[in-house]
């Protein structure tokens, strides 16, 4: 909005993993960091890094990491030219970004107009409608038996959209339509009775959070009798995790690919950095994560590209977002499911074949400058593939297990980035290691000489660090890069049997019975691959089974939602 | 300065022509820990034992609305460290004897402060109380909400019937709401936890008296 302004100072707003990521290209740029933390964060490895640490609140979440006002007072107090809000939290809050302005901080992420028109998953809907993109049929529900009216926060009061255009654009299944035009009618905030909704596009339905991505507020409900628990349940996690209650319904596919186009803008102009391919996932979870998107033909590869691209300019997209498709491949058909304005956590493996650090890009965007790459100028070389390492037991249906990390052994990372891009390298816009830093410097072991070959490993545990109960359970990313999906592939399993994390339990050794299954190996999996390769898989194979057995006496783990998902999900 | 996985890498890509297998380096700052393993590739165990440079706000914090800095931006914690770091190192030989112990087994000093996790096996299961009650447990470690959401209703209140599927409160567990189901026919007896309060796995949250 008001010219170019070099950041010297950023304030991380965020914790875990992406926290270490933005405080490594600032370093890496000469930029100071700050960050926040909760009292259970105080000691955390970002706290470690940070230049300085300010402490924002309490564990909860919603006392300290949600809290606005914690996080522009200490912005302030930190004389913080700018916010980078990492992923999930606040990073899509035009509240945040409003209250940056307001106090004369740059928030590194797309204008408030954008964030309500991109980041409210179900305004995006509509902008998806206007532009003539295929949505699926679903529409904005009130919980049954409950009044929105109690909360006084509920963004759905004040910061409703513009009513959707009257008529179905081309392509649009008209039962989208048919539901979408009764939010305006029906009640406050346009949302109307679930059951309602359910009824008009039929089960199964999934339940969404508008208020973000992540996978959070997420259930499948495939007969009315559920309905209602999975909505409560669902506006309660939202609501946890985003600070806004409102859920919708969409039409829940069976099967289809998880596909997501990575774009950059400026404000004005928009280029994409690609696909990834996202459909390993548990519950709306991504588990594995892969740029590009393997199989697909290069005239859906186009079309999902341009699409996302048209969608970009359309929001005036400024930063870096990611345009979600549900795609089946086979018909080449796809839907719009979302845009997650912000950074993703699976954004390695696009930079790991672009060459460019997508986090640099989001700062010099948030500084003002224009775009200073062209489309001509991003190139994709080879492949890389991403698993991430979370502290959950597979064992006993994937329960959380918080703890205290006592050793933690990853591959050594070779690469921070990717392979020199030359577009980034030859403008001399970063110091001299900036886009490309090091990437044949060391071989992974696995490709002798190649200098795709490599490992990268984004972390915030080491021995020692706690994991608490209160924050997401993702401890590790480990990357994979190779010069075909197989090479990386191959690499990223070398990668895995090199890793140890003691002191909790992890999903390692279902990653390692994944990268190794030959269905995965062929590439193209759809959403439900993995709830079918689960079901299939001996009890116990994954991890110990007593340890299973000790443990699944308990209740009510995952009411609403047994069944993996459409993809909806995205990272936190 | 901290290492940089740059600096890993410049590391590594000079010990892996050297004829090496394990590298170990402690500095005030950082331990790092680089091992060639069996399999090829290298593992790299590392710590950064800087203490994080705690800004604590002057009590009456100046409000975001005025534009006042405090005098903070001198980095206390970190300029004090600088003179003293000492680096200790040391690299065996492929033909060496195992890999030294000292950083296979890191201290567990890192005492974080891990506020949320003294649950994990520390309250007692409970089962039935003397009374004939029955108890719910925390399934999982986590936040207790009585209600869907502030200013919702709870789900139950003392003296409420219950079966076994009804839903008498959700535990939050890393950012996911698990419900917790009554467990038994009966009434609602006693809520033990306060809305909002920690509770420790297997924590006793309710007790049911069963229907006979």
Known sequence: VSGSRVLRRVLVANRGEIAVRVIRTCRRLGIETVLTVSDADARSLPARLADQVIRIGPAPASASYLNVDAVVDAAVAAGADAVHPGYGFLSENAVLARACAAAGIVFIGPAPETLEAAGDKL?????????????????????????????????????????????????????????????????????????????????????????????????????????????????????????????????????????????????????????????????????????????????????????????????????????????DADRGEFYFLEVNARVQVEHPVTEAVTGIDIVAEQLAIAEGRPLRLKQADITLAGHAIEVRLNAEDPASDFRPSPGT???????????????????????????????????????????????????????????????????????????????????????????????????????????????????????????????????????????????????????????????????????? | VDLTNEDVADILALLDSLPYDSLDVETPRFRLTLRRAPGGGWTEESQVLSEPALVTPAPDATPASSRVTPGISEMPGRAGQAGTARARGTAQSRTGSEASGNSAAPKAGGTAGTAGTAGTGAAEAVSADADGLAAVAAPLPGTFYRAPRPGADPFVQVGDEVTPDTVVAIVETMKLMNSVHAGTTGRVARICVDSGEFAPLGALLMLIEPAT
């Open chain 1, 123 to 327: 305004a995006a809907r509509e902008h998806a409608i206007t532009v003539g993109l295929p949505v699926l049929p679903g529409g904005h529900v009130l919980p049954a038996g409950d009044n929105m009216l109690k909360f006084p926060n509920d963004p759905a009061r004040a910061d409703e959209p513009a009513p959707g255009p009257d008529g179905p654009a081309a392509g649009v299944d008209a039962r989208a339509t048919e539901a979408d035009a009764g939010r305006a009618a029906d009640g406050p905030g346009g949302a109307v009775p679930a059951a309602e909704v359910a009824g008009r596009i039929g089960y199964p339905v999934l339940v969404k959070a508008a208020g973000g991505g992540g996978g959070r507020g997420l259930r499948v409900v495939r007969d009315p009798a559920g309905l209602e628990e999975a909505v409560t349940l669902a506006s309660a996690e939202a609501h946890a995790a985003f600070g806004d209650p409102r859920v919708y319904l969409e039409r829940y596919v069976e099967r289809g690919r998880h596909v997501e186009v990575q774009l950059l803008g400026d404000g004005e102009h928009v280029i994409h950095l690609g696909d990834r391919d996202c459909s390993v996932q548990r519950r709306y979870q991504k588990l594995i994560e892969e740029a590009p998107a393997p199989g697909l033909n290069d005239d859906l590869r186009e079309r999902l590209r341009a699409t996302a691209v048209s969608l970009g300019e359309h929001l005036k997209y400024k930063g870096a977002g990611t345009v979600e498709f549900l795609v």
């Open chain 1, 405 to 572: 990390i006592t050793r933690a052994v990853f591959p050594a990372t070779t690469f921070s980035v990717g392979p020199p891009s030359p577009a980034v390298a030859g403008k001399g816009t970063e110091d001299a290691d900036g886009g490309a830093p090091d990437a044949d410097a060391a071989d992974d072991g696995t490709g002798a000489g190649d200098v795709a070959s490599g490992v990268r490993v984004d972390t915030h545990v080491q021995a020692g660090a706690a994991v608490p109960p209160y924050y997401d359970s993702l401890l590790a990313k480990v990357i994979g890069r190779g010069t075909d999906r197989a090479h990386a592939l191959a690499t990223l399993r070398g990668a895995l049997d090199r890793c140890v994390v003691d002191g909790v339990m992890t999903n390692l050794d279902l990653h390692r019975a994944l990268l190794a299954d030959a269905e995965f190996a062929a590439g193209g999996v759809d959403t439900g691959y993995l709830a079918r390769w689960l079901a299939a898989e001996p009890e116990g194979q994954v991890a110990g089974a007593e340890q299973a057995a000790s443990v699944r006496n308990h209740h009510g783990l995952d009411p609403g939602a047994s069944d993996l998902g459409d993809g909806g999900g995205g990272d936190g």
